[in-house]
């Protein structure tokens, strides 16, 4: 292992240090390895095609004269090692992003407690300076058996809001008629 991979292998390590640019740096290593794999595959293409399974003895057991053995051999070599490093950087990215994500899902959930609980500050805050809300009307007299017998509704009681009528927008009677007649059937 190189002092570069020891050192990306211990730099993923810490969690939530992962940046964007250290992915980018992953990422640059797989493509280098990548390459690298390939020219060593080209090596072998250029010793008769020979690939990483092909025998390196003719069908007597001597070693084959029309390639260079040693050349051949390094190669597989250098492929088998460097497919290792490739699946151990590979690994390093999905952790890397895992843990990117991970910390943006977090930080995502952070800043909407907080915008959640910042809105129902200034919510409590505005109806704090407000005081109770402003009754708009107040019921004298309750027909038994009526929708409003059964929702109970009793004498006195103060109406604040009605639906979508309230003191800001209250004008008469007829406002609460017309929420009453468009609800009608609803429950």
């Known amino acids: 292992m190189s002092d570069e991979e020891a050192r990306q292998g211990g730099g993923?390590?810490?969690?939530?240090?992962?940046?964007?640019?250290?992915v980018?740096?992953?990422m640059r290593r797989k493509e280098e390895i990548e390459a690298q794999i390939k020219a060593n595959y080209d090596v072998l293409e250029s010793q008769k095609?020979?690939?990483?399974n092909e025998p390196l003895v003719d069908c007597e057991g001597?070693?084959?004269?029309?390639?260079?053995?040693?050349?051949?051999?390094?190669?597989?070599?250098?492929?088998?090692?460097?497919?290792?490093?490739?699946?151990a950087v590979m690994k390093q990215v999905e952790e890397a992003?895992?843990?990117?994500?991970?910390?943006?899902?977090?930080k995502q959930a952070r800043d909407m407690a907080e915008a959640h609980k910042e809105a129902m500050s200034r919510k409590l805050g505005q109806s704090e300076s407000q005081g109770p809300p402003q009754a708009f009307a107040k019921v004298n007299s309750i027909s038994p058996g009526s929708p409003a017998s059964i929702a109970g509704?009793?004498?006195?009681?103060?109406?604040?809001?009605?639906?979508?009528?309230?003191t800001q927008n209250f004008q008469s009677l007829h406002n609460i008629g017309s929420v009453v007649q468009h609800s009608e059937g609803s429950p």
């Open 24 to 26: 980018q740096e992953l």
């Open 62 to 87: 001597y070693p084959r004269s029309d390639v260079d053995l040693y050349q051949v051999r390094t190669a597989r070599h250098n492929i088998i090692c460097l497919q290792n490093d490739h699946k």
């Open 153 to 166: 509704l009793q004498v006195d009681d103060e109406i604040v809001e009605f639906g979508s009528v309230n």
């Open 97 to 106: 992003l895992h843990q990117l994500h991970a910390r943006d899902k977090e």
């Open 49 to 52: 095609g020979i690939g990483m």
């Open 12 to 22: 993923s390590s810490h969690a939530g240090a992962v940046t964007v640019s250290d």
